[in-house]
T-cell receptor, first 113, second 112 residues
Framework: QKEVEQDPGPLSVPEGAIVSLNCTYS??????FMWYRQYSRKGPELLMY????GNKEDGRFTAQVDKSSKYISLFIRDSQPSDSATYLC?????????????FGSGTRLSIRP | DTEVTQTPKHLVMGMTNKKSLKCEQH?????MYWYKQKAKKPPELMFV???????INESVPSRFSPECPNSSLLNLHLHALQPEDSALYLC???????????FGSGTRLTVV
């Protein structure tokens, strides 16, 4: 079993829709949770960073963490064609640079105009 | 400056060649990382430098040799690579820890 599971998609939704992206994990030691966006031929870009359980909102993006279920989500409201990218969840047990970040395999998202 | 700059963007090398990848950041970040990413796969950690000292080597073959000459620069020296080493090589930096990672755009390496 992989430490982090993420549906690879592709996921295609019409412009303006609410998008829900999810990951599950098996390691209960994970405490720091991240979402990255990666455009084709570019490096990943950090979108959201959360600690422990709860919600965090930033503009059109909301990240949710449910540690009891080992489940994290990213919601994108009012989706735009520019949101078309691969979204990677990521998590780590610690904060220091020695704490290894484990990435999900990524979900390819396409927003149809 | 909020960028991590990687050069070259593309590299084709033979299995007997020696080449180097370069990564530069001027954000004052004290942790720098090399990752390898194969197509449609997540990034895989290779090396971590913290305060210019190698702190993590993820059992990477010796044909990959990292170097951190100063706090702004990170190199990855390549020698006698195999075709299966073809991938996108990403450099990242962070202030010190998992928060605030900034990735470069990567070097797309092809070994022939």
């Amino acid at each position: 079993q992989k430490e982090v599971e993420q549906d690879p998609g592709p996921l295609s939704v019409p412009e303006g829709a609410i998008v829900s992206l999810n990951c599950t994990y098996s390691n209960s030691a994970f405490q720091y949770f991240m979402w990255y966006r990666q455009y084709s031929r570019k490096g990943p870009e950090l979108l959201m960073y959360t600690y422990s359980s709860g919600n965090k909102e930033d503009g059109r993006f909301t990240a949710q963490v449910d540690k009891s279920s080992k489940y994290i989500s990213l919601f994108i409201r009012d989706s735009q064609p520019s949101d078309s990218a691969t979204y990677l969840c990521a998590m780590s047990a610690g904060y220091s640079s020695a704490s290894k970040i484990i990435f999900g395999s990524g979900t390819r998202l396409s927003i149809r105009p | 400056d909020t960028e991590v700059t990687q050069t070259p963007k593309h590299l084709v090398m033979g299995m007997t060649n020696k080449k180097s990848l370069k990564c530069e950041q001027h954000m004052g970040h004290r942790a720098m990382y090399w990752y390898k990413q194969k197509a449609k796969k997540p990034p895989e950690l290779m090396f971590v430098y913290s305060y210019e000292k190698l702190s993590i080597n993820e059992s990477v073959p010796s044909r990959f040799s990292p170097e951190c000459p100063n706090s702004s620069l990170l190199n990855l020296h390549l020698h006698a690579l195999q075709p299966e080493d073809s991938a996108l090589y990403l450099c990242a930096s962070s202030p010190q820890g998992t928060y605030g990672y900034t990735f470069g755009s990567g070097t797309r390496l092809t070994v022939v």
